[in-house]
């Protein structure tokens, strides 16, 4: 090939970059950069002219965009499923019939994860009150919280159709209860793109000492493109996996091995007219900045100590409470969807260690206070407007002792049938309270709320048409909330 | 935003037009897409969800005019259709499709539809339900440029389009990409010259044979298989304990490099149990489908999950082998495709006899006896001979030390690696099949019998439908699609995409193949060869398709920048496996013992600490087993090997039919810093002041040539040169940097290295792992 043909091809790969420019926008937001470039013609999708306008991935996919409430999400999950009657479900006639024998009919067609025979009915050893202007009924174990209820909307009323941990889990993140879905992360980042180019779109970060029991697919892609999973961030260890350069190199060492790529790369490019080498090119330089600001929005001591002390964080712990205040630090930048797991809420009472008497006060003052703090310091910064918050479970607890094996200890045992969550900032209604569940806290009576309800209304608050919003894979048009009729964008819930 | 839309749009837009260069509409190419994506939702085979008791999948039904209204279609009347009528209707609220089901129709749709109508409206069958015909050899532009048929369905096609393949590549870049395709593996420094320097007419062939008869083949082309079988060495689920089934692993790599007829390792992997006198190797094979996921989690229903089991083992028989979206109809009839809800659980029905039931002990297992534990067993039973006579020589009981002695022999003995396989009931313990209504094991429907889709081929005559029937069903020439989807799925290994893009859909929602001559072509031979597996491959990679430049120039770029037409060879980047085995391999690293259990290289501390249950310990192995291939790394399902997931492995908790290639970020930082990485530039480095000259010109130009796979060029060795003198420099002023770079991990520098320049070296090493061109495959 002669020298003229290089120009020209060389001229020829510019000008595809130079119209990709408009492409580029969402790509500087997203972790893919110009990987997505590559994507687009990798992905294999049907390139119709103009229906592709508003996908990140430039895989032709159409978005239904419309008018967006929030920008972000921050998930606080408690793994586990916490107690919906020891926090936010006042139920005096639970507590007048404690330790009596469960009424027949609420057993009926039941089936249990655990509890076996006929169990005996379980009160709060909790106090409760009514917080807040707006009078949301809570416990005394979430102090802190009910000082910045009256931003949230409280669903009491959530309802889903699984009773083990793992489907439950998949249910609530990927849509379906089985592996193979795309998390809720992907797709929110699938379809907005994130807005920092150096880092991730969506970030996953884990505190309690154990992962989620759906494990990583949790905030795995599925069938979406794989730049859009979610990356885990870790506050011991490499925050980012490999980020920190090999022991006995500066960064200006791999600042000079990064040139001579660069150089090679180039060559490269030249000589065979390929694309997704110039896209090397720049994700090499993406990773170069990463190892940069990842290490600096993960550092915590960054923060001034009246901010740390209001979170309670400490650098270096795999805490809850650092996690919520990086949670802030990384929505600050752009990063579009931050999910947080905190193990240890599966309170069914085989022991002191999973029991509602010991083991939840203690789940409940790891993430009491920092909840707070997050709540407010996003408020202070004008970021909660833009910013969805949600608390939550799995699934609910049941209003029985499980007593497993003859245990003396008190605990739940898996309830699908009601649990609590709540969510603010963003367009959410504050200090809305949506359904309500029997006086045994056991079934729901009014506006029941399916997971795949819940979904919908986050994805309409972005900007998402929930309906719409999908994507073909194995013959069918997937979304989010399943491809059954039926899911309402829940009106309640919106200011 | 509208500027970069119409430069995506350019290529299908040039290809599409072509296709319609006559004027007579193609139900097939032109009708059907349109109405699968718009209308069979909800006017398709799924009777459940069938508004307005209209179906336009089924011309008869689409024709009919009821009491209640006019025909949908007219045939050779647009202006009395009423389909047509809705669909161009200008009012939002009433045109179809419904606004909440999709978007309007695109003007060029609506003309399309409305054009065959006019023609008379006539159906095809889909075309991955006729069975495959040899297509004739088209007529070429260049005669002399085909070596095989398959060469000339290529041509005829850009000759279609005015375009021209590309010039072959030169024979260092075909030897290492053949190299890469058919072992998994890059060719070795000697394999390199001694192949640019065969006079042989032949020696692109005879190196093809060569590498088909490598033991790394078997293991490179595992490699998809072990996705699509969505094989793990975890149950999954919450609690991900251990499982022990690389038993099945060694079985495909052996099958894959033995040659075994593909019809047999249909037959063997799905029903080898139910063979006449099946072997141990048969019945070993059906571990292929004890790969699906059990759940030991605390408080689930067994039942629940075996249910699930059987429904994975539905989906992927029918995905793997025919390419269908067999799980759609789990809930209820396809809607596209015509596949039934009742005939789902005819096929689950098949399937449902097996023993196993989500057990935790993974019961039915087998022995699996490798040669080493054979071994073994011999000597111990050469010591329990001896520890007995001895015993026998005593009068009286023998002495609690001997006893002892015995007893841990014995139990040393039935220590054997096992491996869970498919066992049927006995007829008296068979279960019923239930129709699941929308797929709920807690709300079973009608009963159903045992039963193949029917709007395929009749099951083979003479016995019951059980899996084995079923497996012969699969394997008959009658099948429409066993044979193209191998064909297509090897293609893809090869050409980095298949003739139907989506491999994983042959259904009426998949693409269309590019070349579905050449597909058929391909399908004929293969069964034609008694479904040689290796000729197969022959077949591909000696054409003058796989061995063009892969370079591209402006005008395909332009004109098919997928490369749909292969006007060149592809660029493809390593798969993760492969990217770790080179980098082992150029660093001398690798570990070439093939088969046996699963390994532990490195991995960053902690990440098994937080798995929610079962073992959390990653004991990283010894020796030769910290440096085996990539198919033998541990794969936990919850928590899988991070370095190869950042270069797109999947979880393996499903079937994963293709991978899609990324190219990101978090790629770069494993070459770069994974210390796996850094102790492969470590070893390279070592290797190259080892084995190249003295200069640092010569040895840039050696850790290229190993790297590349062909002689650089003084413009490559020239930033290499000027790098190793900077960090050379550096690292004399910085002897502990020096150390730190240039042994850890690896280890001391052989007596007489120079620290600084083997650190100099390795940041260039690592610089050589990290090139475009040798993440690619070219």
Request: charged share 25%; net charge negative.
């Amino acid at each position: 090939m002669g020298l003229d043909a290089n120009l020209d091809l060389n001229q020829i790969l510019r000008m595809r970059l130079a119209r990709a420019e408009s492409r580029r926008q969402f790509l500087r937001r997203s972790q893919a950069g110009l990987g997505a470039i590559a994507l687009a013609s990798l992905m294999g999708r049907d390139a119709r002219a103009g229906a592709d306008a508003a996908s990140p991935a430039g895989d032709g996919v159409p978005i239904p965009r419309r008018p967006a409430k929030a920008k972000n999400v921050i998930y606080l999950h408690m793994s586990g499923g916490p107690p919906q009657q020891d926090l936010f479900d006042y139920k005096p006639l639970l507590n007048k019939h404690h330790m009596e024998p469960c009424p027949e009919e609420l057993l009926k067609g039941q089936r249990f994860a655990f509890i076996k025979g006929r169990p005996k009915m379980l009160g709060t050893p909790y106090k409760f009150a009514r917080r807040g202007e707006s009078g949301q009924w809570m416990s005394e174990l979430l102090p802190h919280t009910a000082g910045v209820i009256d931003e949230a909307a409280v669903v009491r009323s959530m309802i889903t159709t699984e009773f083990n941990h793992a489907p439950a889990e998949l249910f609530m993140f990927t849509g379906s209860p089985r592996n193979g879905g795309a998390a809720m992360g992907s797709w929110i980042t699938y379809g907005l793109g994130s807005e920092n180019q150096d880092l991730p779109g969506f970030v996953v970060m884990i505190s309690g000492g154990t992962d989620p029991t759906g494990g990583k697919a949790l905030w795995s892609t599925g069938f979406l493109p794989s730049v859009f999973q979610g990356v885990q961030c870790r506050t011991v260890g490499d925050p980012v996996l490999y980020v920190g350069d090999p022991k006995g190199m500066t960064r200006e060492d791999r600042r000079r091995t990064l040139d001579a790529i660069n150089r090679l790369n180039e060559i490269e490019a030249r000589d065979h007219g390929d694309p997704e080498t110039l896209t090397r090119i720049s994700q090499y330089e993406l990773a170069f900045r990463m190892q940069a600001s990842v290490p600096d929005v993960m550092d915590v001591s960054r923060e001034p100590d009246s901010i740390r002390e209001e979170y309670g964080a400490e650098p270096g712990a795999a805490s809850f409470a650092n996690n919520c205040l990086l949670a802030r630090r990384l929505v600050e930048r752009g990063v579009r969807y931050v999910q947080l797991f905190d193990w240890g809420w599966d309170c069914h009472g085989t022991g002191a260690g999973d029991d509602i008497v010991h083991q939840l006060p203690k789940k409940c003052k790891d993430v009491d206070r920092p909840i707070a703090a997050l709540v407010r310091d996003l408020k202070r910064r004008g970021l909660l407007d833009e910013t969805i918050v949600v608390w939550g479970g799995e699934f609910g607890r049941t209003s029985m002792n499980e007593a497993r094996g003859g245990s003396t200890f008190l605990g739940r045992d898996h309830h699908p049938h009601c649990f609590t969550l709540w969510a603010a900032g963003g367009g959410i209604r504050p200090g809305a309270t949506v359904g309500a569940t029997d006086e045994l806290g056991s079934s729901i009576v009014e506006d029941p709320v399916p997971v795949h309800d819940f979904q919908a209304t986050l994805l309409h608050l972005l900007g998402l048409d929930p309906f719409t919003f999908r994507y073909p894979y194995q013959g069918l048009q997937q979304r989010l909330i399943g491809v059954e009729d039926g899911v309402r964008i829940r009106k309640e819930l919106l200011a | 935003m509208h500027r970069h839309a119409a430069w995506f749009g350019t290529a299908a837009l040039a290809l599409a037009t072509a296709a319609r260069a006559d004027d007579r509409v193609d139900y097939n190419r032109d009708v059907r897409p349109i109405l699968a994506k718009n209308c069979f939702a909800c006017h398709g085979p799924d009777e459940g969800d069938r508004k307005a008791d209209l179906r336009l999948d089924v011309r008869d039904e689409a024709v009919k005019a009821t009491d209640d209204r006019d025909p949908a279609l007219a045939p050779g009347d647009p202006e009395a259709s009423v389909a047509l009528e809705r669909i161009a209707e200008e009012d939002d609220t009433l045109r179809m499709p419904p606004r909440k089901a999709g978007p309007r129709l695109a003007d060029a749709e609506v003309e399309t539809l409305r054009r065959w109508i006019a023609q008379g409206a006539e159906y095809a069958e889909h075309w991955a339900l006729v069975p495959p015909q040899p297509p004739p050899t088209p007529a070429v532009s260049d005669p002399s440029w085909p070596r095989s048929a398959l060469d000339a369905f290529i041509l005829a096609r850009l000759d279609r389009e005015g375009m021209k393949p590309s010039p072959e590549a030169d024979r260092a870049t075909l030897l290492r990409r053949l190299s890469l395709d058919l072992r998994g593996l890059p060719p070795t420094l000697n394999e390199v010259r001694a192949f640019a320097e065969d006079p042989a007419p032949d020696a692109y062939e005879k190196a093809v044979d060569r590498y088909l008869a490598d033991p790394a083949f078997g293991e490179r082309w595992a490699r998809p298989w072990l996705d699509l079988a969505r094989y793990a060495d975890s149950a999954g689920y919450g609690s991900d304990p251990l499982r022990t089934i690389w038993g099945y692993r060694d079985w495909l790599i052996d099958a894959l490099n033995t040659n075994l007829p593909y019809d047999r390792f249909t037959v063997e992997q799905i029903a080898g149990d139910l063979l006449p006198n099946p072997t141990d190797r048969q019945r070993a094979a059906t571990a292929f489908h004890r790969n699906t996921m059990t759940n030991t989690e605390g408080g689930t229903d067994d039942e629940e999950f075996r249910v699930a089991a059987i429904k994975d083992r539905v989906d992927v028989t029918f995905q793997a082998w025919m390419g269908l979206t067999m799980g759609c109809a789990k809930c209820h009839s396809h809607k596209y495709d015509p596949l039934s809800h009742e005939e789902y659980y005819g096929a689950f029905a098949v399937f449902n006899q097996t023993a196993d039931s989500d057990l935790p002990d993974e019961s039915p297992v087998m022995p699996w006896i490798t040669p080493e534990v054979a071994d073994r067993q011999r000597q111990l039973d050469a010591r329990l001979g001896e520890l007995k006579a001895q015993a026998g020589a005593i009068v009286g009981p023998p002495a609690p030390a001997l006893r002892d002695e015995i007893a841990k022999a014995e139990k040393a003995k039935a220590d054997v690696p096992t491996l869970p396989i498919m066992v049927e009931l006995p007829p008296e313990k068979r279960r019923v099949t239930r129709v699941l209504l929308k797929g709920n094991f807690l709300d079973p429907g009608p009963e159903v019998g045992p039963m193949l889709p029917k709007a395929l081929h009749p099951a083979p005559e003479g016995r019951p439908v059980d899996r084995l029937t079923l497996a012969n069903w699969l394997v008959d020439r009658k099948n429409p699609l066993t044979a193209r989807v191998a064909a297509n799925r090897t293609w893809a290994i090869l050409f980095g995409a298949g003739i139907v893009e989506t491999e994983e859909d042959f259904g009426t929602q998949g693409e269309p193949p590019s070349h579905p001559e050449l597909l058929d072509r391909l399908a004929v031979d293969f069964m034609d060869s008694g479904w040689d597996v290796k000729a197969m491959i022959r077949r591909m990679a000696t054409s003058a398709t796989y061995r063009q430049s892969a370079r591209s120039t402006p005008e395909a770029l332009e004109k098919d920048p997928k490369n749909r037409l292969l006007s060149h060879a592809p660029r493809v980047r390593l798969d993760a496996e492969t990217v770790r085995d080179q980098a082992l391999a150029f660093a001398g690293l690798l570990g070439r013992k093939v088969g046996g259990p699963s390994v532990f290289p490195v991995q960053p501390d902690g990440l098994w600490q937080a798995a929610f249950n079962g073992q959390r310990t990653w004991t990283t192995s010894r020796g030769i087993d910290r440096y085996r291939r990539g198919l033998y790394t541990f794969w936990r399902r919850t928590v899988p090997y991070p370095s190869m997931a950042a270069f797109d492995a999947p979880s393996r908790e499903i079937c994963a039919v293709k991978r899609v290639r990324t190219n990101t970020p978090l790629q770069a930082l494993v070459t770069l810093n994974d210390p796996v990485y850094v102790e492969a530039a470590q070893g390279l480095a070592r290797r190259i002041v080892r084995e190249a000259g003295s200069s640092p010109e010569d040895r840039a130009r050696y850790g290229l040539e190993v790297c590349l796979g062909r002689p650089p060029r003084a413009e490559e060795v020239a930033p290499l040169v000027a790098l190793h003198a900077a960090q050379l420099e550096r690292y004399r002023g910085d002897p502990a940097a020096a150390s730190a770079i240039a042994t850890d991990p690896l280890g001391p520098l052989p007596e007489g290295m120079d620290p600084a320049d083997l650190a100099a070296w390795t940041a260039v090493a690592n610089v050589l792992l990290n090139l475009d061109a040798v993440l690619t495959r070219g």
